[in-house]
């Protein structure tokens, strides 16, 4: 059985659309032009395994690891500018949020802090200890950051939850939920966000979530106006496709078959979608990025490994 294809979800910015790649582990960052597919850049990392999204705000890129860096890149040219340690970055408009990991007594987890900097300046705009809770997921919305807050021990099977949501720009708590018992290896969460007009999250819901009601390897849900993008990917029982759905009334606008899907983003009139085909007689795969017409689902261009191949050629 080959590996899956270490690929993170692309991210687009200033007419680039940059993604996260390798074999083994995804240690090389690419930059192609959005609107014909060619590389602009692409650098390498041996000693990095990039893992999350890809942040992009104010002309430079965050790329995290699995050794809790961060990675400063310009987006322009790819350039490295500086690497933060012990810490993990998300980009929320003009802030930058950052999870950062100290060391307290031995043989105990190590406590995080919650914080934000200026993106232009850098300069420090709040600061939040999170002790003894620590981030299990975060996702921004809009001027928000959610948070998922978790306590306790997988080993032990006794894990607590918390659902906390703090604006950006100024660390305000605009929600606390109650803590919960969490049993993470029991349930699949729902990743169609409760924001979707009903029609489209009725719609998701049936092509998406597998036989119980449960979700098993989704995209993120995309908006551009009142169509909804998201996809699935390949399983025992369903073929990955990514679909347009219209919010309003829950119609499939298209769908465009994705083999090997991984992740999909938005840009513009653009839906760009990372994906892995599977290699004949080998462990791994090829990786690719695919651009659709977002009212269409027409594909427009398709890059492998940095070589571009206009639609219809």
């Known amino acids: 059985m080959a590996a899956p294809p270490k690929m993170l979800a692309p991210v687009?910015?200033?007419?680039?659309?940059?993604?996260?790649?390798?074999?083994?582990?995804?240690?090389?960052?690419?930059?192609?032009?959005?609107?014909?597919?060619?590389?602009?850049?692409?650098?390498?990392f041996p000693q990095a395994r990039f893992i999350g999204a890809l942040w992009t705000c104010q002309g430079l890129m965050y790329a995290n690891t699995r050794a809790d860096e961060a990675y400063v890149l310009r987006v322009q040219n790819g350039a490295s500018k500086t690497r933060l340690k012990d810490t993990y970055v998300w980009a929320c408009n003009s802030r930058l949020i950052l999870v950062t990991s100290w060391s307290q007594k031995a043989h105990q987890p190590p406590a995080e802090t919650l914080s934000a900097l200026d993106a232009q300046t850098?300069?420090?705009?709040?600061?939040?200890?999170?002790?003894?809770?620590?981030?299990?997921?975060m996702q921004v919305e809009g001027d928000k950051v959610?948070?998922?807050?978790?306590?306790?021990?997988?080993?032990?099977?006794?894990?607590?939850?918390?659902?906390?949501?703090?604006?950006?720009?100024?660390?305000y708590e605009v929600l606390r939920g109650k803590p919960e018992?969490?049993?993470?290896?029991?349930?699949?969460?729902d990743p169609i966000p409760k924001t979707l007009p009903q029609p489209a999250r009725t719609r998701l819901t049936r092509l998406l979530a597998r036989q119980g009601g449960v979700f098993i390897g989704c995209t993120r849900v995309l908006r551009l106006r009142d169509l909804?993008?998201?996809?699935?990917?390949?399983?025992?029982?369903?073929?990955?496709?990514?679909?347009?759905?219209?919010?309003?009334?829950?119609?499939?606008?298209?769908?465009?078959?994705?083999?090997?899907l991984l992740d999909i983003a938005l840009g513009d009139t653009r839906v760009f979608v990372a994906y892995g085909l599977q290699q004949k007689h080998a462990m791994r795969r090829n990786k690719s990025l695919m651009a659709l017409d977002a009212e269409t689902g027409r594909?427009?261009?398709?890059?492998?490994?940095?070589?571009?191949t206009p639609a219809g050629r």
Do not use: C
């Open 299 to 308: 594909v427009l261009w398709t890059t492998e490994l940095g070589r571009s």
């Open 146 to 171: 959610a948070l998922v807050l978790i306590r306790g021990w997988w080993e032990i099977g006794h894990v607590m939850r918390q659902r906390v949501t703090v604006r950006a720009a100024d660390g």
């Open 181 to 189: 018992e969490w049993l993470p290896n029991r349930t699949i969460g």
């Open 12 to 44: 687009v910015t200033d007419n680039s659309v940059i993604v996260a790649y390798g074999d083994l582990e995804a240690n090389r960052i690419a930059s192609f032009d959005v609107g014909n597919g060619r590389p602009r850049w692409t650098m390498d």
């Open 228 to 260: 909804f993008f998201a996809g699935n990917r390949e399983d025992s029982t369903a073929p990955s496709k990514v679909y347009a759905i219209r919010g309003s009334t829950g119609q499939i606008v298209w769908q465009q078959p994705a083999p090997g």
């Open 122 to 137: 850098l300069r420090s705009v709040w600061r939040k200890a999170l002790a003894p809770w620590r981030v299990h997921e």
